[in-house]
């Protein structure tokens, strides 16, 4: 079955500090992973897929199929960072489902 | 610009009505989502489209139907609405082949 797993409600840092977002995934097969984020009074949007391998707004995610992991990650927190995000993954077919995780609420404290 | 438009922003019905939610896309794209979205649950998907009259259950369906006779417009039926349907309410698009979803803003439906 699919599941995508945030284990964190919230994180709180302070700017400036290191973020890791936890994401876990189970899917039989070869998954898309994506990092989406809401942003207070904002449409949800997507920030980074996998398979693009690029760093978007500082932000990062390695695809480990071994841990079966794809964690969000940022060097150096900034306030604009804080938000809402979710983890989601989608089969590789055209007529796939793509589901979300629970949610990460991300705070940045000053 | 994408544009993915949920007619209803905010809606409160009584227990036992009919609901109809409509999401309309402008860009053409075949595949279309519904989605509710609640605290500590994240997003969880109720129905899902792939083409015009194609319809497949998400991970809950139940209490909860679909249409899609055009393929810019995906609406979302809430046969007899009960109070555990209160939710945010959010559609999506994507191009087939693609990975990308683009989201409305939603419609907060609250049932009495």
């Known amino acids: 079955a699919q599941r995508v797993t945030q284990p964190e409600k919230l994180l709180s840092v302070f700017k400036g500090a290191p973020v890791e977002l936890k994401c876990n995934y189970s899917?039989?097969?070869?998954?898309?992973l994506f990092w989406y984020v809401q942003y207070s009074r904002q449409r949800l949007q997507l920030l980074l897929r996998?398979?693009s391998r690029e760093s978007i707004k500082g932000f990062t995610a390695d695809l480990n199929k071994g841990e079966t992991s794809f964690h969000l990650k940022k060097p150096f927190a900034q306030e604009e960072d804080s938000a809402m995000y979710y983890c989601a993954l989608s089969g590789q077919s055209s007529a796939s489902k793509i589901i979300f995780g629970s949610g990460t609420r991300l705070s940045i404290r000053p | 610009d994408v544009k993915v438009t949920q007619s209803s922003r905010y809606l409160v019905k009584r227990t036992g009505e009919k609901v109809f939610l409509e999401c309309v896309q402008d860009?053409?794209?075949?595949?279309m989502f519904w989605y509710r979205q609640d605290p500590g649950l994240g997003l969880r998907l109720i129905y899902f489209s792939y083409d015009v009259k194609m319809k497949e259950k998400g991970d809950i369906p139940e209490g909860y139907s679909v249409s899609r006779e055009k393929k810019e417009r995906f609406s979302l039926i809430l046969e007899s609405a009960s109070t555990n349907q209160t939710s945010m309410y959010l559609c999506a698009s994507k191009r087939r082949g693609t990975g990308e979803l683009f989201f409305g803003e939603g419609s907060r439906l609250t049932v009495l």
């Open positions: 996998h398979i």
């Open positions: 899917y039989s097969g070869s998954p898309e």
């Open positions: 860009m053409d794209h075949e595949n």
